[in-house]
């Protein structure tokens, strides 16, 4: 290696202390308060809607991995940047790992949940880094001029000189022990605090132990007939681990149930304050809702349905006392995601709760363990609020949510929707082909799904029961395929009568529309 790369894997070996310094440092913090995760937070934040979309769009929910690889690239380069322009006597490098050190900083101490220890990851982290770099330089620089006064032999270049000569020999390996104690150290201390972060505060643990209370009224019980069982067909009920996830926390919040609370105040008579152990005292409901997620493309799968365990939201908002002139209710996250609900649609008698449990089991982390609102008829982003530990009731014309300061819709109804299961797509054979897929219009219901194929004519599809109007309804459609390219479509009636809209419309602002359509070859 010659000065350049040198150069370029010092400031790569910095970094690695840096990272690795502020990963120790944020054991006795918080995981996300290191200068990664942090700005990884306000790059989510701060990402714009079209970039979003389609970070979704090719990536889907790996989206997260995908930062955190971009940020590790960025990380290298700028890393080896700052190597590249360190000098003994002009510390640019130096100064550009303070810049990233303070933009990690603010990107901490801005965190919902943080307080100003959050800095010190970050703080210590470029300390520890700059040092490192200046020493290493020092060294390069001490090599350079090694080489830069080798004698050169009377047949060989100044290169060949300076491998030839023994000095030179003797500062690379100093130079590169440096280096691998560094990028050795900095990995270490990077693994070491990342795992024991994570066991610190995990609540997996505890999660396992939890007694669901029973519900007070019928314990959910599906018919059968809601399941046609057709191979390719979603399963009525989703499996936890199959279920969606959505959310814009970049490690899943570790909320301890015995740390949890919950405030409601704002246009309120009486303010509350719920603990765990309060919720457990009040009657728990049990009840099937499919949640849906307005950023699902039509056929997309960010939809899916469980029964969830709660705590009926209407009877502990009327416990608050809402004003008459109030129509919002606020729910913030412990990790500073907020949603905007009508307060008509958590008090009009329909199953909106506190969700304890998930298919009868304590909620998974992921899902917002240990408690999360569930609102039937609402998309998440408007209603589903994980790790739910803050409620203000107040206005529309006051206050704004997490996703509508970011341009989408202010009010978001689940819009009916359709989408085809099987066949998947591909070369069928001719003959009988059953087609079938799920119809979706929560708290209104499904009253018919019709299919067409090319431009035939609109034929009825069977229905499987519908154990809730707030839950999706699995459908099929006996085909008598013939030979040639087909495309098959789908739509669905509401239980008001209100067939879906053939509009073709984006995620954006407020849910996509059209009919679900699905081409095959047969033959
Ligand atoms: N704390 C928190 N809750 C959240 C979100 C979030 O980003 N943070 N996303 C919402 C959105 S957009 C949806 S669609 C649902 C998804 O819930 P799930 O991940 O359990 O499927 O959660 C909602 N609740
Ligand atoms: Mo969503």
């Known amino acids: 290696m010659a000065g350049r790369e040198l150069r370029i894997a010092g400031g790569v070996a910095a970094a690695a202390v840096t990272l690795g310094v502020a990963e120790i440092v944020a ?18 934040d701060h990402t714009p809607d079209g970039v979003r979309e389609w970070v979704i769009g090719t990536f889907g929910t790996k989206d997260k991995l995908v930062l955190f690889i971009s940020m590790g690239v960025v990380a290298v380069l700028v890393a080896g940047l700052a190597g590249l322009a360190e000098r003994v006597k002009r510390p640019i490098g130096s100064a550009l790992f303070a810049a990233f050190g303070l933009l990690a900083v603010i990107a901490a101490v801005t965190r919902a949940d943080a307080s100003w220890t959050w800095a010190l990851p970050a703080l210590l982290g470029a300390w520890a880094g700059i040092a490192v770099l200046r020493s290493l330089i020092r060294r390069i620089e001490d090599f350079d001029a090694a080489s830069a006064g080798a004698v050169a032999p009377a047949d060989g270049s100044e290169t060949a000189a300076a491998e030839a000569d023994p000095d030179v020999a003797v500062e690379r390996r100093l130079v590169m022990r440096g280096i691998g104690i560094a990028v050795a150290s900095g990995a270490a201390a990077g693994l070491v605090g990342r795992v024991l972060g994570l066991r610190k505060r995990d609540v997996s643990g505890e ?34 681990s199959d279920f969606y996830r959505i959310d814009t926390a970049l490690t899943v919040p570790q909320v301890s149930k015995d740390d949890w609370s919950l405030r409601i105040h704002g246009m309120v008579d009486r303010e509350i304050r719920l603990n765990y152990a309060d919720l457990g005292s009040r009657q728990a409901i049990e009840k099937l809702v499919t949640l849906t997620c ?43 995601f907020t949603a905007g609900s009508p307060l008509a649609a958590l008090t009009d008698g329909r199953d909106a709760m506190l969700a304890v449990g998930m298919n009868g089991e304590p909620l998974p982390t992921a899902h917002g363990y240990p408690v999360r609102m569930v609102v039937p008829g ?9 790790w739910v530990t803050d409620i203000e009731i107040t206005r529309f014309d006051r206050a704004q949510a997490y996703w509508t300061r970011r341009g989408w819709s ?23 082909v059953t087609v079938a897929g799920v119809a979706w219009a929560q708290h209104r ?41 087909h495309t098959i479509w789908a ?25 679900a359509s699905r081409f095959v070859r047969i033959g």
């Open 27 to 44: 054991v006795l913090i918080s995981p996300d308060s290191t200068p990664l995760q942090a700005i990884g937070s306000l790059i989510v």
């Open 207 to 240: 999660r396992a132990e939890v007694r669901l209370p029973p519900p007070s009224g019928p314990q959910v019980a599906v018919d059968p007939a809601a399941d046609l069982r057709i191979p390719g067909l979603s399963s009525y009920l989703t499996p936890n």
């Open 294 to 336: 307005v950023s699902n493309p039509v056929g997309g799968d960010l939809i899916g349905n469980a029964s969830w365990l709660g705590y009926r939201l209407d009877e502990i908002l009327a416990e608050a006392g809402p004003h008459p002139d109030a129509d919002m209710v606020l729910s913030r996250s412990i990790d500073g």
């Open 378 to 386: 609402l998309y998440g982003y408007v209603s589903a609020t994980k």
């Open 410 to 432: 202010e009010r978001g109804p689940i819009k009916t929707g359709t989408r085809i299961d099987t066949p998947a797509g591909g070369k069928l054979a001719a003959g009988k």
């Open 445 to 485: 219901g499904i009253s018919a799904v019709e299919v067409r194929i090319d431009q035939g004519a609109w034929q009825p599809a069977r229905l499987a029961a519908e154990p809730s109007i707030d839950t999706w309804r699995q459908w099929a459609f006996d085909w008598d395929a013939t030979s040639g390219p």
């Open 491 to 515: 739509r669905s009636t509401d239980g008001a009568g209100v067939v879906q809209t053939s509009d073709q419309a984006g995620e954006v602002p407020d849910g996509a529309t059209g009919y």
